[in-house]
């Protein structure tokens, strides 16, 4: 992302709604469009998500590690349990 003048807008992490556990994903924001969906890095071109919020990355990006931990953490467990 830039800004007119050439330079770099501060790094933005949103989060929005998932129906598999942690019920929350994330990702870092490449656009915005007039509708308030964010387009991201991570899951890439044709994909826009409407954010339940959008954090700088210095606040955003210890919540969004600890859930892909939590998700780690929540496979590891049903694997142990099931055998896989």
Known sequence: MSTK???????LIAFWRYDIFPYVLSGTVES??????VLTKEYG???RFNPLCVLPA???EPIAAK???LEKERRAAVD????D
């Open 45 to 47: 071109p044709g994909l």
């Open 67 to 69: 859930l892909k931990t």
């Open 58 to 60: 210095a606040a955003g």
């Open 5 to 11: 003048q050439g330079t770099s807008a501060p790094k």
């Open 80 to 83: 142990s349990v099931h055998g």
């Open 32 to 37: 915005v469009n007039t509708k308030g969906h």
